[in-house]
């Protein structure tokens, strides 16, 4: 078993490989249910890497003082271990992986905290369902082993430093601690390969401009932007122009002088100042007015601006990053964005991809709005039943990440309101996050995993009560939203366009969507 994790160490793997590799061979040798690698983040865990947990765990990030195991964890440098009649609750009751009947309490826990270069690094904690798992023997191999998995973790430090290096001559990094981003949930092929391609933009200072559907979460990815770019020690100052009265929109972004107006009772630095030496983010820049659009772009093409009031020029030196929920090239055809304006600020288009396109990153997401709610109303544990996943899932979610956090806070809030108890772990069924999905779905989702495949006697494998049983829920969805393409399609004459309308989606989304389908963009 040591020399797997030393094979490890000595193997080019990436950063996520090598530490969940580590993990799964740790929770072989411990007889272990679960194992979570931990890092410390500003007071608070976050996993980094699983085996054993439920996906939604993925996305939680326990702060430490809420959570007296892992505080007590974190105050020893030895392995602790907590008796099974232990009084402080474990904050892996009901996340680990076979929750298919009700939520499943941790009776075996062993923890132990782990330092790199002398400081507090995280934690490596070992769950088992069977009380007496970890004796005094595991207790001592624990202490053996965290060593070897300290020395993973400097090895993947060094490699992310040595990588930032590269990309960015002989300045420094950020943050060599930081395996994965603190704001930006999810490890979906698809955002991993937008972090990478915001890394590398990141550092180039051109204009960006992110394109993405309402609730994508925008502002996080222009904060990631800022934050590893050659401009990160400098403001960052946050615009949305959606909220800038016509009247007002030009002193906001360029300030005026006393007596500019009635009620200018003094001089006022507007945002560009604000920003000198760092980023001004424009959120939902489609919004300005074509009056304000015409001074925006003249102060983009000559670096400098004008207080409203005076002739007086003032040179700035700031990183445009905009962002809009709007087809942007749509509007200059139309006229009510100027074209002009529009390529200034797209030198770098980036897509935000929607959260249906994000896979299994809604329950990461989930878990981690889950955590937050039980903290918030002071519950014991708050997880998702097996149905309540499938729905998450099969949901399109047109609010995106925003209209999951609404969700997921609205059930919470139900559970509550109907008398449940905050000393329990309380499960939220499918039908408290009052999802517009059709009625065969939901009822698929009301089932339990054994429930919805396990066959009866007498009957043939795949039957459930003698009737045939359903197919995989994700291709009676996929089957549900392939007939609805066709349908617009069919009925917009096969523009695609036309059909996106109908739908009310990207047009852009349509096509990925269909394609993924299996249907031709002809």
Known sequence: MDSLILADLVTDLPDAVRLQRIVHTLRE?????????????????????AAGLAHEALGRRFAVAQHPRFATIMSRREPTW??????????????LDDRRGEPLPVHDCLGMSLHVEGKPWGALTLDALETGTFDAQAQMDLQRYALLLEAAIRVTMLEKENRKLRQLGNSAADDMRVIEDKEIIGRSDAISQLLRELDVVADSDLPVLLLGETGVGKELFARRIHRHSRRHDRPLVHVNCAALPESLAES?????????FSGANQDRAGRFEAAQGGTLFLDEVGELPLSVQAKLLRALQNGEIQRLGTDAA???????????????????????????????????????????????????????????N???????????????????????WPGNVRELEHVISRAALKLLS????????????????????????????????DEAYAGSAGTLPG??????????????????????????????????AHAARMLDIDSSNLHKRAKKLG????
């Open 29 to 49: 040798r411990f007889h272990s249910d679960a194992v979570g690698l931990l890092q410390l983040d500003e007071g608070s865990l976050r996993l980094v890497a």
């Open 252 to 260: 906001e972004l360029f300030g005026h002088v006393k007596g500019a």
């Open 314 to 372: 003032i040179k700035t030196d700031v990183r445009i990053i905009a962002a809009t929920n709007r087809q942007l090239k749509k509007h200059t055809l139309e006229g009510s964005f100027r074209a002009d304006l529009y390529h200034r600020l797209s030198v770098y288009p980036v897509h935000i991809p929607p959260l249906r396109d994000r896979d299994r990153d809604v329950l990461i997401l989930a878990g981690h709005f889950l955590e937050f």
């Open 418 to 449: 109907r008398g449940a108890s905050r000393d329990q772990i309380l499960t939220v069924p499918a039908e408290l996050l009052d999802l517009d999905l059709p009625p065969d779905t939901m009822a698929r989702t009301a089932r339990s995993p």
């Open 374 to 396: 039980r903290a918030r109303l002071g519950v014991r544990g708050l997880r998702l039943s097996y149905g309540a996943e499938e729905a998450l899932r099969a949901y399109l």
């Open 82 to 95: 907590f008796e099974p009649g232990s009084v402080l609750p474990d904050p892996y009751d009901g996340l």
């Open 519 to 522: 249907l031709k963009a002809d």
């Open 463 to 496: 039957a459930v009560n003698g009737a045939a049983a359903p197919g995989p829920l994700r291709t009676a969805i996929e089957d549900h939203e392939r007939s609805l393409i066709q349908r617009a399609l069919q009925a917009s004459g096969n523009n695609w």
